[in-house]
Nanobody, 123 residues
Framework: VQLQASGGGLVQAGGSLRLSCEVS????????MGWFRQAPGKEREFVAA????????WYADPVKGRFTISRDNAKNTVYLRMNSLKPEDTAVYYC?????????????????WGQGTQVTVSS
């Protein structure tokens, strides 16, 4: 199983980025997908999640209204559109796959993780 995250980079505050995570080695439509992030010196934290069909989404409070998670099951890919970025969004962003249907903010329910992509927001 491989989860390949991409799309990170350096952006000014107020800017936008779209992260992608392409998944291989599992039946993509059978897994909910999540995005987490980890800033230096901090614990990994939940950002957003999406159900298997894409019909349900979950967001952490700090990103509600700014970030949008989506998926394309035909392309085995999950996306995270990030708008109005802030310096505090700076972190390594990880995608993850889970067979769970609830409690999507808990990292321990995710079975597979990608390698992470760096997002840096300058002030």
């Amino acid at each position: 199983v491989q989860l390949q995250a991409s799309g990170g980079g350096l952006v000014q505050a107020g800017g936008s980025l779209r992260l992608s995570c392409e998944v291989s080695g599992l039946i993509f439509g059978g897994y909910a997908m999540g995005w987490f992030r980890q800033a230096p010196g901090k614990e990994r934290e939940f950002v957003a999640a999406i159900s298997r069909s894409g019909g349900r989404t979950w967001y952490a409070d700090p990103v509600k209204g700014r970030f949008t998670i989506s998926r394309d099951n035909a392309k085995n890919t999950v996306y995270l559109r990030m708008n109005s970025l802030k310096p505090e969004d700076t972190a390594v962003y990880y995608c993850a796959a889970s067979s769970a249907v609830e409690m999507m903010s808990r990292p321990d329910i995710y079975h597979f993780w990608g390698q992470g992509t760096q997002v840096t927001v300058s002030s």
